[in-house]
């Protein structure tokens, strides 16, 4: 999940707040915690049900007993399917539960959702990252509090040490289940914590220091990043030749930051473009979820698609945004001139670009070819597969990333509604997507 991008801070007297529940020793503490600190505000407690032990039944029986107990509400999601040959189970159930909780606490009425999380997860993540070669957005390990998709996920107990949190609940008589499988050292963490903690008792706390510093590096790298790229990028395009003068290492950093919006880089890409990119080539990359592409020095980015859309009949006769899924983007009717006559525009067919074409930017101009039209108004190569609209018949009306075409304007003293395409990504306009001769 992407974090939001304003941030915010959570209200811990909404109306609802929602705590993620396993059964084991903290999240029952923190459970216990919450609904005896809540104050108008109802708590409700979310089992995820993994499907992976014989007694997880009887866990999530035992998590709706607590809860009923401590008079908050209880949600459970089982999870469902089973990891692919090959994939990590941890991986594959962190993933299922993060979807789960997020569900169950939107589904709950809640924006606020705890977890328990301490000192030594803490230590543990920062380790267990350092030893995958991760960097200081790595190392920063588990933030405090961070919003995802409209809801707050907060650690209280980040700073705790897990015996605050052991003698809280003997103090209070609270009964836990024990996971057989936190003693499997198949699992990495359970490596860690079978054999760091007993050898280094006192490395929990200079770890989670070390994770405290990682953040304050990664807050100050998003920050540089930030004013590096004011100048020099949109979300559509980072300006290569002037990317290129800043020093290896802001370069590095201000590559990250850009491609953040799109994927999680791996550090093998950014290594990658910085090396072969040269001033005036024209490169591809191939990336997660899709493509880099350097082109006129400026760096792009394609999201990965399957076969384009078939052709479709279109009814544009009325202002508004159409989307058209598949395409990317979507059209936008609205009156001005010069446009076409909506009477032209109720029944189109919107198609791929196949074969040769001709474009017409401008009532005084030349037709052109769709493949010069197009490097004309600097349109990128893989943005030139469309879509085009015809009308009913068959001439011409528009085309994605040029406009519409001087062909089709409707005389003076017709009403007249414009076309203009928008990409998803709701990027500034480049003048290939102004409407023509606008």
């Known amino acids: 999940m992407a974090d939001s991008a304003t941030p915010r801070t959570a209200d811990p007297s909404g109306d609802v707040v929602a705590v993620a529940f396993s059964g084991g020793l903290d999240s029952t503490a923190l459970l216990h915690a919450t609904a005896r600190a809540a104050a108008g505000c109802r708590v409700v407690a979310l089992h995820v049900h993994h499907g992976l032990q014989s007694h997880a039944d009887d866990w999530a029986a035992h998590g709706e007993r607590v809860a009923r107990e401590l008079g908050v509400g209880f949600a459970c999601t089982r999870l469902s399917g089973s990891p692919a040959p090959g994939d990590s189970i941890e991986a594959w159930a962190r993933a299922g539960r993060h979807r789960a909780l997020h569900d169950m606490s939107i589904a709950a009425g809640a924006d606020l959702l705890l977890l328990a999380h301490h000192r030594r997860d803490q230590a543990e993540t920062f380790l267990l990252q350092a030893l995958r070669g991760a960097g200081v957005a790595g190392l920063s390990a588990m933030p405090r509090a961070q919003w995802r998709y409209g809801l707050c996920w907060a650690r209280p107990w980040l700073d705790l040490p897990r015996e605050a949190i052991l003698a809280y609940a003997e103090q209070h008589g609270l009964r836990w289940i024990e996971d057989p499988s936190n003693g499997d050292a198949r699992f990495a963490r359970n490596r860690l914590r079978l054999s760091l903690w007993p050898a280094f008792p006192a490395a929990e706390a200079g770890l989670a220091q070390a994770a405290r510093w990682a953040q304050q590096a990664a807050d100050l790298a998003a920050e540089v990043a ?119 525009l109720v029944r189109l067919t919107q198609q791929g670009r196949s074969g040769a074409g001709q474009f017409q930017r401008a009532p005084a101009s030349v037709p052109r070819s769709l493949k ?67």
């Not at 980072?238 to 590559?255: E, F, G, H, K, V």
């Not at 202002?319 to 058209?324: F, L």
């Open 226 to 344: 930030a004013a590096d790229l004011a100048g020099l990028s949109t979300p559509g395009r980072l300006d290569l030749s002037a990317w290129a003068r800043l020093s290896p290492a802001r370069a590095s950093n201000a590559l990250r930051a850009w491609l953040s919006a799109h994927m999680t880089a791996p550090a093998s890409l950014v290594v990658r473009v910085q090396a072969e990119w040269r001033l005036g080539a024209t490169l591809s990359w191939p990336a997660p979820g899709g493509a880099l592409h350097a082109w006129r020095d400026g760096l792009f980015w394609e999201a990965q698609s399957s076969k384009l859309p078939g052709s479709v009949v279109l009814d544009l006769s009325r202002p508004g945004r159409y989307p058209q899924a598949g395409w990317g983007g979507a059209w936008v009717v609205e009156p001005a001139r010069p446009g076409v006559a909506p009477a032209r």
């Open 372 to 438: 010069k039209a197009c490097q004309e108004v600097g349109l990128p190569p893989w943005r030139r597969s469309g879509p085009l609209l015809f009308d009913a018949e068959q001439r011409l009306i528009a085309v994605a990333g040029l406009g519409m075409d001087a062909r089709a304007f409707a005389n003076q003293d017709e009403p007249q509604l414009a076309l203009r395409w928008l990409e998803d990504s709701a990027l500034p306009q480049s003048e290939g997507e102004d409407r023509v001769g606008a």
